[in-house]
């Protein structure tokens, strides 16, 4: 296909996407803001998260029984926690701004307490398939396993770390599709890229009705983050650097991201109209990561295309056989000074300011505070 083709092409796939969104979102905004999120008086905020590597904290170690090495979890923690960081993740930071602890991986067999939720999430997760193990699918099940087991424990008088209540009025968080659609542009041109995200956001959309039809209320999705920012995609060998943008990231892995995020908050939408009492507030990351990498130099971070963890220094210090848990790779002095960690996940900085982004609701559609369904 001719370049002009292409962008054609591409044009009219962006506007088969983004048209409808702009005016259901325009025609919506006071329905869906109504609702608002909501909590018995006094009660503690109760957190469920589904996602991939960048909410588990430390799902995957617990599973697989991995021995994660330093430095990851160098600049908080102090020592391994399962989490692909050297410290908190954007999951942490919201559970810090409810003033609740971070959530315990549910897979995590010692040292749990799932007082204030549970986090699902498990590191290369995707919706499809969907019933390897941990799709969303496969993570939604799980939920209901520990509601089921939960609910059987308060039927028999005894306590369980969640009542009744607490799932009702929990919010319920999914951040998972950056596996997917970064598998999809690993093999498939473009279009055909794009083509493919139907089926994905219908996983989506079934475990939110799914989670719906079983009481949950409270909803917070995240869109994906600026694939094309990440030192293991801008590392991949290219001819010529047509593909790069001016703040040097690919331009197609970020259309893709950009796109899907498109699809995804129209989803959020329409499921925010449709689901009875329920709110469904949906998160731009792709903006918020992308600002982090264009305004590197706001927030403080010298290098914003570099791994502070990986080999091969400048301009990406990637190297996919000599990855940050292997023993070949290199670490960086201050990891406030990077945005990417390893090549695919923030720092602890960049998560930072991810998080307070979040939190400020400039990102958000609609426009509600992280902390409004449960304050107490
Ligand atoms: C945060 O929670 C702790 C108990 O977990 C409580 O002692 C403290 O007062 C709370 N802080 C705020 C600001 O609500
Ligand atoms: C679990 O966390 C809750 C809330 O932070 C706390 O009140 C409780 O004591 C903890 N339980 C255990 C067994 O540590
Ligand atoms: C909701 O989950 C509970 C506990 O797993 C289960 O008993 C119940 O049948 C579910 N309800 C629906 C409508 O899925
Ligand atoms: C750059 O590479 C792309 C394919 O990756 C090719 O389509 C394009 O013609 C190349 N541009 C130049 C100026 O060589
Ligand atoms: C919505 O909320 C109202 C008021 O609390 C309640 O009566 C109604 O049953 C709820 N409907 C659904 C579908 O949750
Ligand atoms: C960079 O920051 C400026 C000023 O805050 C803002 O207008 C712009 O949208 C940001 N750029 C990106 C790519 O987010
Ligand atoms: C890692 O370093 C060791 C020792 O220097 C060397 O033998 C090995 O080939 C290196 N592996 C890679 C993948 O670079």
């Known amino acids: 296909m001719s370049a002009a083709g292409a962008s054609a092409l591409w044009l009219a796939l962006v506007l088969a996407v983004v048209a409808p969104v702009v005016l259901a979102l325009t025609l919506s905004l006071p329905a869906a803001s109504a609702a608002g999120f909501s909590c018995r008086p006094g009660a503690r905020p109760v957190v469920f998260n589904f996602g991939d590597s960048n909410s588990d904290t430390g799902g995957m170690a617990a599973a697989k029984g991995w021995h994660i090495t330093p430095p990851e979890g160098r600049a908080f923690f102090h020592h391994p926690t399962g989490r692909f960081c050297d410290g908190r993740l954007i999951i942490d930071f919201l559970c810090e701004s409810l003033n609740i602890s971070y959530l315990s991986p549910y897979l995590k067999a010692v040292g749990s307490n799932y007082s204030n939720g549970v986090n699902f999430a498990i590191g290369g997760s995707t919706t499809l ?3 390897v193990l941990f799709s969303l699918h496969i993570q939604v099940q799980e939920f209901f396993f520990f509601k089921a087991r939960s609910m059987e424990l308060i039927n028999q008088g005894q306590e369980a770390p969640i009542d009744a209540q ?6 319920y968080i999914i951040d998972i599709g950056q596996n997917d659609v970064n598998g999809l542009l690993s093999n498939l041109p473009y279009d055909q890229v794009v083509a493919k995200f139907p089926p994905i956001l219908a996983e989506i959309k079934d475990a939110v009705q799914m989670l719906y ?3 949950s209320r409270n909803f917070w999705i995240h869109g ?4 094309g920012c990440l030192p293991q995609k801008l590392s991949i060998p290219r001819k010529n650097d047509s593909d790069i943008d001016q703040n040097g990231c690919l331009k197609t ?3 893709a991201a950009v796109a899907f995020n498109a699809a995804l908050g129209s989803l959020c939408n329409d499921l925010n109209l449709q689901l009875k009492n329920a709110t469904v507030v949906y998160t731009d990351l792709f903006a918020i990561k992308y600002d982090l990498v264009a305004n590197h130099t706001k927030y ?3 290098s914003p295309l570099m791994t502070c963890c990986g080999y091969g220094g400048p301009p990406y210090n990637y190297d996919i056989t000599r990855s940050c848990q292997s023993p070949n790779a290199t670490v960086c002095t201050d990891g406030s ?3 990417s960690w390893d090549g695919v996940h923030l720092t602890e900085a960049a998560n930072a300011v991810a998080a307070a982004a979040i939190l400020s609701s400039a990102y958000s559609i609609p426009k509600l505070k992280f902390d409004q369904f449960c304050k107490v």
């Open 300 to 302: 403080g971070f010298d």
């Open 224 to 227: 994906t983050g600026a694939l």
């Open 337 to 339: 000074k990077f945005v």
């Open 166 to 171: 607490g799932f009702e009025n929990a919010l």
């Open 253 to 255: 892995y970020n259309r």
């Open 213 to 215: 039809a079983n009481g």
């Open 129 to 131: 398939p969907r019933d």
